[in-house]
């Protein structure tokens, strides 16, 4: 089946420092790849997605490219802020029948401080 | 516009007991699913329903149910309440159903079994 694997968090950065969280993903045919993102205390917010195979899904300064040869999604952001700290969640859906579900990693959770 | 909104936001229920969660979708969104959200096991997909039929369902017992009305609000039913179904229960909408058209998260509603 659909299963996705993110790095262990917590990520602890300086504000200003680079991002990177890594996430790979195994299915079958070609998903498509998520990152949603978990504010304290409030549901998921999605951030990016990529639909097919070097597609690359941006917003707010986060960017991930979708990459079928080493099947990964990693979520990156040249610059974060204190207002970026939250959990992360890469997800994948199936195409058709199994497009309506997400298939969710672990969570990262990222802080960062001053 | 309003979001998604998911009732009530906190329920504690003892062993053995039912319980019934509400979740009202964004204005025009026609499909609804429900994700189960613990430490142990991460965001799990409970099921879908689009214009009133399950369209989706993942891997949860039988005592896990829920239904869809002609306005699109939906209900989740939990019966013979087990500990381990303490969870964050999030409720996504979105227009057409499928990942690709973009969930809407609730903020959830926390339930706790003792």
């Known amino acids: 089946g659909n299963s996705v694997t993110q790095m262990e968090g917590p990520v602890t950065l300086s504000e200003e420092a680079f991002l990177t969280i890594n996430c790979t993903y195994t299915?079958?045919?070609?998903?498509?790849l998520f990152w949603y993102v978990q504010y304290p205390g409030e549901g998921l917010q999605l951030l990016l997605k990529?639909?097919?195979?070097?597609d690359k899904g941006s917003n707010k300064g986060f960017e991930a490219t979708y990459r079928k040869e080493t099947t990964s999604f990693h979520l990156e952001k040249g610059s974060v802020q204190v207002s970026d700290s939250a959990v992360y969640f890469c997800?994948?859906?199936?195409?058709?029948?199994?497009?309506?579900?997400?298939?969710f990693g672990t969570g990262t959770r990222l802080q960062v401080t001053l | 516009k309003a979001g998604v909104t998911q009732t009530p936001r906190y329920l504690i229920k003892t062993r053995g007991q039912q319980v019934t969660l509400s979740c009202s979708p964004i204005?025009?969104?026609?499909?609804v699913s429900w994700y189960q959200q613990t430490p142990g096991q991460g965001l799990q997909f409970l099921f879908e329903?689009?214009?009133?039929?399950?369209?989706n369902k993942g891997n949860f017992p039988g005592r896990f149910s829920g239904r869809q009305f002609s306005n699109s609000r939906s209900e989740m039913n939990v019966s013979t309440l087990e500990l381990g179904d303490s969870a964050l229960y999030l409720c996504?909408?979105?227009?057409?159903?499928?990942?690709?058209?973009?969930?809407?998260f609730g903020s959830g509603t926390r339930l706790t079994v003792v």
């Open positions: 996504a909408s979105s227009s057409a159903g499928g990942a690709l058209f973009g969930y809407t």
């Open positions: 299915a079958t045919g070609y998903p498509s």
């Open positions: 990529a639909t097919k195979a070097d």
């Open positions: 997800a994948l859906s199936g195409k058709g029948g199994t497009a309506s579900k997400l298939t």
């Open positions: 204005s025009g969104h026609r499909s």
């Open positions: 329903y689009f214009s009133e039929t399950q369209r």
